[in-house]
Structure formats: structure tokens, C-alpha cells
DNA sequence: GCGTGTACGCACCTTAAGGTAACCAATGGC
DNA sequence: GCCATTGGTTACCTTAAGGTGCGTACACGC
């Protein structure tokens, strides 16, 4: 039985995992939808350097303390972010993307570049459903 | 202000998007993290042909009636499925991807391609993070 | 002395997702 | 007559996600 069930050279390479790194590499792919995830992640990649969690959160837009605080443990649990606590008060803590980050907003790019250049034939074809 | 804040190219191309395909763009990617939405296209890509409702069923496991209608109005209100009905009785519907279906797929597969080839660093990541 | 700024953790509430199960229509087989 | 078949729809319930707001540490400027 396939496992992931895409193209056959996606397949080939998914029939060669356990069961439980099958289901890591779905939970890898499913954060990239998440709602916060993966722009936090970019809003990470987009800055010179290290930034703090309030700049973070400046940028992500609409993001509650409590998401954005989940979001970044997410991502510094994979490998995605760094995150360097100081010892200071008040509280200074910096997080940054990490090269596994980069990589995967370069995977992640020709989808998203892809999905926008074909919006306008999910419009027609939404318009056609919705119509009639 | 970047609306995707992924990479430069990209950026570039989401600039000149409105907010409401910019929006659309999002949740078109967004669908990848579905549950059942991906897998099931995954299922009539992998077929020969159109496959009835209750053949799609069997093949992604798990899912529910409830569920695997929902994700097909979807796939199919975005033109990445058609669905024909045939009036007999009992009912006979049919389910098919379209191009642009496997359009998608094939976005997704190097993207899962490189998740699946990257899990052991997720899992070291992961032990890592989680032993201390 | 007293408010301000920082990066959370925790308790609380509201909303949404998703599963289960029952119901439907019309026909053919026993 | 009675039941199974097929592709749903609907009501009901449980779980999870996500938002709001409060508490906390203490050094700093006023």
C-alpha cells in the first residue's frame, strides 16, 4: 500500500520508511499549512539577524502571544529556529531561522509561486461551481 | 509590506496580487495541511480513471463519509476534480482529477520528497530539543 | 514609591473541526 | 414483504484550536 500516495518517485521514497518517520514527514508537511507556522518562519528569514519575540510579533500580524509562543516552540523543536535566551531584566530573547529553515522555505517557494500564479483559474473555477 | 514573506521572487509575484487572491493563494496552500484533502486527490491521481465514491473511500483509510464529501466538494469547487452524477438507481457518482489537480501534485511531491529525505534530522532535532 | 517594558505560563471561554449514527430514495434479489 | 445497495444529508456529541486577559520577575526613569 502506498503511504503517501503522490508521484510515483514520492512514492518509491515513502515506501521506504517506518511507520513512524511516515508519519513525522506528514506532520513536517501539514505544519507548512498551518496558520502561523510557516509565516513566522518567514517573517524569520525576511530579517538581517537574530529578532526578538516582540518584533516577531510585530510583523506576523494578527498573532497572539500565545499562538506566536507555540508557533516558535514548534519550529525550534524540529530544527527550523534558534532560540538564545539572555539573563536579563526585562527578559531578551532572540530567535533565528536555521540553515533546515532556509531549505524548507526553498521547498515551500515554487508551491506558493505556482498556487499564485494559478489564483485566477481557482477563482474561474469556484466562480463556475458557486454559479451554477 | 511583503504579504507572503517567503523568498524574494516570490515576494515579487504576491506583491501584485489583491488581498482577496492573496487570501486565496493562502488557503489554496493551506488545503495541503488538510487532513484528508491532499490524500484523497493523491487517491485519484493514483487511478486509472474516474473512481466512485465509495472506491475512494476504501482507498483513503480512515476518513469518514461526512469527511471524504466535504473534501471533495472542495477539490472539486477548485477545479482539481470533476464529479459526474449518473441518475440510477442506486446512485452512481464518479470522481476524476483534472490537470490541474495533477498540476498540484506535482508542486507537492518535491516538497514531501525533500520532508521524507530530511526526516532523520527532524527526529534528531527532536531528541534533542526534548532530552534537555 | 510607581508605572513601564519583556517574554512568557496559566486559566477561561468561544468557535470550529471531525467522528458516529440515523435517515432517505428506488430497485432488484430472495 | 424484506433487506441490501449507493451517495449523500442531517443532528448530535466530543475534542481541539485559538483568542483574551491576568500574573510574574526586577531594573529603570520620573
Redesign the interface.
Known amino acids: 500500500m502506498?503511504k503517501?500516495?503522490?508521484?510515483e518517485?514520492?512514492d518509491a521514497?515513502?515506501e521506504t520508511?517506518t511507520d513512524a518517520?511516515?508519519a513525522?514527514?506528514r506532520e513536517?508537511?501539514?505544519?507548512?499549512?498551518?496558520?502561523w507556522s510557516l509565516?513566522t518562519l518567514?517573517?524569520l528569514?525576511?530579517a538581517a539577524g537574530p529578532m526578538r519575540f516582540s518584533r516577531v510579533m510585530d510583523?506576523v500580524e494578527g498573532i497572539s502571544q500565545k499562538s506566536l509562543t507555540k508557533a516558535l516552540r514548534q519550529l525550534?523543536?524540529?530544527?527550523l529556529v534558534t532560540r538564545k535566551m539572555f539573563a536579563e531584566v526585562p527578559p531578551r530573547v532572540e530567535y533565528a531561522i536555521t540553515p533546515?529553515g532556509i531549505?524548507?522555505?526553498?521547498?515551500?517557494?515554487?508551491?506558493?509561486?505556482?498556487?499564485?500564479?494559478?489564483?485566477?483559474?481557482?477563482?474561474?473555477?469556484?466562480a463556475?461551481?458557486?454559479g451554477g
Do not use: Y
Not at 525550534?76 to 530544527?79: A, I, K, L, S, V
Open positions: 502506498a503517501s500516495g503522490l508521484l518517485t514520492c521514497l515513502c520508511l518517520e511516515d513525522l514527514t513536517i508537511v501539514t505544519r507548512l499549512a498551518d496558520k509565516w518567514s517573517v528569514a525576511g510583523q525550534e523543536r524540529d530544527g533546515i531549505e524548507m522555505l526553498e521547498q515551500v517557494a515554487p508551491l506558493w509561486t505556482w498556487a499564485a500564479k494559478s489564483v485566477h483559474r481557482f477563482q474561474a473555477a469556484r463556475k461551481f458557486d
